[in-house]
């Protein structure tokens, strides 16, 4: 979230890099917005270079950079170095519209509320049962 680090009051444009690999662009739509970007990358270093690129937009500046470990099973790829970047993570149907993180995700992810228009909420007070085979 843009915090007017610069004083300039202009909410700034940037890229990310990875080492030397394009990452991400961040844009926010004003002073208020956030944005929250993810990748997973396997490093073959005991260490990152997480570069922000000025893009005469604003200066470039980064609230909170957190790093989870992941068993090396978890995501592959077809080669060992290819990072994955997250699109978007969702949670359909979402009856808060409200973004949160489930208490037991062993990984902290955030989801995001995503509902169509004309999308009916259902409801039962039935138990529900996981799929018998």
Same mark, same amino acid.
């Given at each position: 979230m843009y915090g007017n680090y610069d004083g300039q009051g202009n909410v700034p444009q940037f890229d990310l890099y990875l080492g030397v690999n394009v990452w991400d $662009?961040?844009?926010?739509?004003?002073? =208020? =917005? !956030? @944005? !929250?970007?993810?990748i997973i990358h396997f490093s073959s270093t005991d260490y990152l270079h @997480?570069?922000? @690129?000025n893009k005469g937009l604003g200066i470039p500046f980064i609230s909170s950079l957190e790093l989870r470990f992941l068993k090396n099973a978890t995501y592959e790829t077809e080669t060992l170095y290819e990072p994955l970047v997250l699109l978007r993570r969702y949670d359909?149907? =979402? $009856? !808060?519209n409200q973004s949160f993180r489930y208490k037991d995700d062993i990984y902290d992810r955030i989801w995001m509320p995503k509902n169509f228009p004309g999308w009916k909420i259902l409801s039962t007070s039935l138990p529900i049962d996981a799929c018998k085979s």
């Open positions: $662009t961040v844009k926010l739509d004003n002073v =208020s =917005s !956030t @944005v !929250t970007t993810e @997480v570069c922000h @690129v359909f149907g =979402s $009856t !808060t």
